[in-house]
């Protein structure tokens, strides 16, 4: 992939903003993503992330990190921070923010660590791409957990989307939230990646086949929730 991704947040983090990631989806078309947003600050954050933030603690994985707004936010209280993304242009903009540990790793390839926190943030419950994988992803995540550990991971049901399509999600073998996304960045177009919209019961039930427990902490305005896997 071009890391059209990286590209705009390096843009951003040295100055040269002059244009947003256009983001297309399979289930929703066109969108903007403002740069700005990825860089918010905590008052800026929504509740649910500003509620994950209050609840992490210990040594502490964040995984698909983007800019860094959480890591840094984390760091800058006292914590120890390991802050993890596909996308070398999002790790070096860490960097450059003042994150201390920053690594262009896949989580998959993590091994050999504990942490207390796993953060998953952003949509995080969907990174697996695909709801046949969502149990193995979370397995994994299970494997890099301290004892008496947990991840802290949002997501959307967005079946409200298919009201009006019951055929869809009554027949179809595909689960609704499974969705293509790609980026487009100033005039260049990244290759299309999967990602998942998982409703709450679907990653309890995943999470409970890998032997965790799945509550519910916080719900959103808008179909959202934040959930804690321990």
């Known amino acids: 992939m071009k890391d059209l991704f990286g590209k705009a947040l390096l843009d951003y983090q040295s100055g040269n903003y002059t244009e947003d990631l256009i ?3 399979s289930v929703s078309g066109e969108d903007i ?3 700005p947003y990825l860089f918010r600050t905590y008052k800026e954050m929504p509740a649910l992330e ?3 933030l209050d609840l992490s603690y210990g040594k502490i994985l964040d ?4 800019s860094g707004s959480h890591s840094l936010y984390l760091q800058n209280k006292g914590l120890e921070v390991m802050a993890v993304d596909l996308s070398e242009g999002a790790v070096e903009t860490c ?3 003042g994150i201390k540990n920053a690594e262009n790793i896949n989580i998959l390839d993590l091994k050999n660590t504990k942490f207390d926190t796993i953060l998953a943030l952003m949509n995080g419950a969907g990174m697996s791409g695909k709801l046949k994988d969502l149990t193995a992803f979370l397995s994994h995540l299970k494997t890099l957990l301290k004892p008496g550990g947990q991840i802290l991971t949002d997501s959307s049901d967005i079946s409200y989307m298919f009201e ?10 595909d689960y609704y939230g499974e969705v293509i ?5 100033k005039g260049e177009t990244d290759d299309p990646f999967n990602w998942m919209y998982v409703d709450f019961k679907t990653l309890k039930k995943h999470a409970k086949a890998c032997g965790l427990s799945c509550k519910l902490v916080q719900e959103g305005e808008h179909y959202d929730y934040l959930a804690r896997l321990t």
């Open 181 to 185: 996304f790609t980026v487009t960045y």
């Open 33 to 35: 993503l403002p740069l």
């Open 50 to 52: 500003q509620k994950a």
């Open 23 to 25: 983001t297309w989806s």
């Open 95 to 97: 960097k450059l923010r």
């Open 164 to 173: 009006d399509e019951e055929y869809y999600l009554e027949k179809s073998s």
């Open 63 to 66: 995984i698909g990190c983007g």
